[in-house]
């Protein structure tokens, strides 16, 4: 069974269109995250959400807007998409919140964005 | 913003040989993690490390979180190209920021 799935695993599509990304987590977790992994391969935290509430968004554009049904689903939905925002895009799920020492993020496979 | 450096970027070596690679900030970390990210997959905890001068084995990985918890070192013996994939540091500052490095990207040829 997987752990934390993200859907669609490929993403194409042309500047200013609207597209959304799924995640979802079958390990009872309490907190969810989305990062972006540019093409240096550089990970960074874009959003933690803990029980369906936003705790971190770090400087992100506007055009992202993560929501959350429940805690067991974060979507990340795009706005107006730019060239800029090609990347990997992933997902995690930690039990305790956000980033606590002691506590193990599980990630999921990610979604490559490419915009043309 | 507390940053994570990590080096060497690369490094290709031959099945057996030994290898460390380091990851090193300005900044004192509560904690530092060690992944793996194998391609088209996410990152893959491999160890936590929180106490100064702390020493964590697995298998033939060692970890070890610097004295000033400023730096982390990994270091892994007899290398096997199963070894191969991108190393990445994460460290949890002070005030919840959670931040990674870089990586490295390690290949082991056979």
């Known amino acids: 069974d997987t752990a934390v799935s993200q859907t669609p695993k490929y993403l194409v599509t042309q500047m200013g269109n609207d597209k959304s990304i799924k995640c979802e987590q079958n390990?009872?977790?309490?907190?969810m995250y989305w990062y972006k992994q540019d093409s240096k391969k550089f990970l960074k935290i874009m959003f933690s959400?803990?029980?369906?509430?936003?705790?971190i968004n770090e400087t992100v554009p506007n055009r992202f807007s993560p929501k959350s049904p429940d805690k067991a689903h974060l979507n990340l939905h795009i706005n107006s998409l730019e060239l800029g925002d090609s990347a990997v895009y992933f997902c995690?799920?930690?039990?305790?919140?956000?980033?606590?020492?002691?506590?193990?993020?599980?990630f999921g496979p990610g979604t490559r964005l490419t915009v043309l | 913003t507390q940053l994570l450096e990590q080096s060497p970027q690369f490094l290709s070596i031959q099945e057996g040989e030994n290898l460390t690679v380091y990851c090193n900030s300005s900044?004192?970390?509560?904690?530092l993690q060690w992944y793996r990210q194998e391609p088209g997959e996410g990152p893959v905890l491999l160890v936590t490390?929180?106490?100064?001068?702390e020493v964590k084995k697995l298998k033939r990985l060692t970890f070890q979180f610097g004295d000033a918890r400023k730096d982390s070192s990994l270091h892994i013996t007899a290398a096997q190209p199963g070894d191969t994939g991108l190393y990445l540091c994460?460290?949890?500052?002070?005030?919840?920021?959670?931040?990674f490095g870089p990586g490295t990207r390690l290949s082991v040829l056979p």
């Open positions: 994460a460290g949890e500052g002070y005030g919840q920021n959670f931040v």
């Open positions: 995690a799920s930690s039990q305790l919140g956000f980033a606590r020492g002691t506590d193990t993020q599980y």
């Open positions: 490390v929180v106490t100064g001068g």
């Open positions: 390990l009872g977790h309490d907190t």
């Open positions: 959400y803990n029980n369906k509430e936003l705790i």
């Open positions: 900044s004192v970390f509560s904690s």
